[in-house]
């Protein structure tokens, strides 16, 4: 009398993309970089180097992502013993990906059509991209001395999604929002800039195409190979990024919503078990007008199970008035 | 000719702590199967059937009251549910549970077997279902059970023990058995206890909410 069944054809589960701006304060762009000296001088510092957008002093400083340089013989960093050649936070942080991304510890690194044995990381804090990277959103300005280059995934250009154990990849090319400017934006000799992995929030940046004199559409950026030898190629990076002054990227998380329709007909939900609806202790209805032409108003509605437990409830934002010449649908949204 | 709207309206659910409860347990509990609709927070003296500017003004108090957000504890909202009666009911289900307030003595026993009226056509009745009886203060009594519904929800209620803290309780049945506290610290300097029972009937939604006094014996 007070609960209706529910029927099949009244739930429905629908999955919605949900895209927002990625920097702290919903900034779509980041135009200002701040690091810490004490997280740079501490034992992760020699992996990487996390990157806020404020001072990392202030209260409101949040990691918006962390950058790091990886390198198949391990040059560019310290070895972890000088004894022990080729094993140094580079080649770590070189493996790390390499088994993150190829899946295949024999794999090499393609970049575009060549293949590349170093490269800059920029991992996406999680909590800034909630699921996953917006392909098309990516755009990152990188400046060293006078050169620049300006850097964009070409899902706009790829008509057929490639993917690898990490998921969805698109190559990194000299465009703006997921377009090469021309071409396929290579670069001549090295290939792409790197490759775009918006399912775990990585960027891979190709440490040969920057390397490249802006002549050859990289910017010269010098990174270091030398082996037992911290090279700071880090800081490198984040000189770059800091001196470009643009960083545009946006997240996407689907979000999954149970819809349920909730469907009063002309005959029901007409009286009302509220107090103030009837006029005694028996039971008899206020108005005399509510006998024959009873008006309620819906301000709640409840989602309960078989054994009448209230298990979600909706409130309308004003009560939707409802008698014997009305009918009532309201879709209620469930979102876990 | 104007446009009429087709929109659906569209509203946002929040999870009940029972929902969060049975959601958690994942045993097959969280399920909707089931809706009812309530006018909590509606007063119908608002409506005015006798309004000067005739009968689209009658709801005008009602129809652009804002509304509070929703409870997320079940027993605060879906108070009063709306029901289906056939058209010409001039009197609505209400509970009768043989007592306007009930004053009881430490230690003694009380059995409450609620009656719903005007019920189905007929003028007092037991609900199929049964009723949920809520006490607001578990410590006043050494037992409140219900008894008469042999499901294994309402079973699992009955067994429920809550020790030391003055929440409610609880429980499903046709009968409810209240044995008053024997706790005299209870009482501290006060020689009487005070809380509320209230009882739904679990097909009429029909609810009734009285008094309850322990008064202590020595």
Request: hydrophobic letters at 35%.
């Amino acid at each position: 009398m007070s609960f209706k069944r529910l029927d099949s054809e009244d739930f429905l589960v629908s999955a919605d993309s949900i895209t927002a701006a990625l920097f702290s304060g919903n900034i779509a762009t980041q135009t200002v970089f701040f690091t810490s000296s004490v997280q740079e001088a501490g034992a992760s510092g020699d992996y990487y180097l996390s990157v806020y957008q404020t001072a990392s002093s202030e209260p409101t400083a949040e990691v918006q992502f962390d950058l790091a340089f990886g390198e198949k013989n391990g040059s560019g960093s310290l070895y972890f013993n000088s004894s022990v050649p080729g094993k140094s936070p580079s080649r770590t942080v070189y493996g790390q990906y390499r088994t993150l991304v190829l899946g295949n510890e024999n794999a090499e690194f393609i970049f575009g059509n060549a293949t590349g044995s170093a490269f800059y990381v920029i991992s996406l804090e999680r909590s800034r991209y909630k699921e996953k990277l917006l392909p098309g959103s990516f755009n990152l300005t990188l400046t060293f001395g006078s050169a620049t280059v300006r850097l964009t995934d070409n899902s706009g250009d790829t008509s057929t999604i490639t993917y690898t154990d990490s998921g969805r990849v698109f190559q990194i090319v000299s465009g703006s929002n997921g377009r090469a400017y021309t071409g396929t934006g290579y670069t001549v000799a090295s290939g792409s800039f790197g490759l775009f992995l918006p399912d775990i929030g990585t960027v891979l940046l190709n440490a040969k195409a920057l390397d490249l004199s802006a002549a050859n559409g990289g910017i010269g950026l010098s990174t270091g190979f030398n082996a037992n030898t911290d090279d700071n190629n880090n800081r490198k990076i984040f000189n770059a990024i800091k001196a470009g002054q643009s960083f545009t990227l946006n997240s996407e998380e689907t979000l999954t919503s149970d819809y349920v329709y909730i469907r009063g007909r002309n005959q029901e939900f007409n009286y009302s078990e509220n107090p103030s609806f009837v006029s005694g202790s028996t039971g008899e209805v206020l108005y005399g007008d509510f006998i024959n032409n009873p008006q309620s108003y819906v301000t709640t509605v409840g989602l309960y199970n078989d054994n009448n437990d209230l298990l979600a409830v909706a409130k309308l934002s004003r009560p939707l008035q409802k008698d014997f010449t009305k009918e009532f649908l309201v879709r209620v949204k469930l979102d876990f | 000719m104007g446009f009429l709207n087709n929109s659906v309206l569209t509203v946002d659910a929040i999870l009940t702590k029972k929902g969060r409860e049975l959601l958690a347990k994942n045993d097959g509990t969280f399920k909707i199967t089931q809706f009812a609709l309530a006018d909590d927070e509606i007063d119908y003296t608002l409506y005015n059937p006798t309004h000067p500017s005739g009968s689209a003004f009658y709801g005008e108090a009602i129809d652009n009251m804002p509304l509070l957000e929703a409870f997320p504890d079940e027993t605060q909202i879906m108070k009063y549910k709306l029901v289906t009666l056939p058209r010409g009911t001039a009197k609505i289900p209400v509970l009768d549970l043989g007592y306007a307030a009930i004053t009881i003595k430490q230690g003694a026993s009380l059995a409450i077997t609620p009656q719903t009226l005007n019920y189905l056509g007929a003028a007092s009745g037991f609900e199929p279902s049964g009723y949920t009886a809520i006490i607001s203060d578990v410590r006043l009594f050494n037992t409140f059970t219900g008894v008469g519904v042999n499901t294994p929800q309402a079973q699992a209620l009955n067994v429920t023990q809550t020790i030391g803290t003055n929440v409610s309780k609880t429980v499903v049945g046709t009968t409810f058995n209240l044995t008053a506290t024997t706790v005299n610290t209870l009482f501290g300097s006060n020689t009487a206890l005070y809380a509320t029972l209230t009882v739904t009937g679990r097909d009429s939604g029909a609810r009734l909410t009285i008094p309850v006094t322990v008064t202590k014996v020595n």
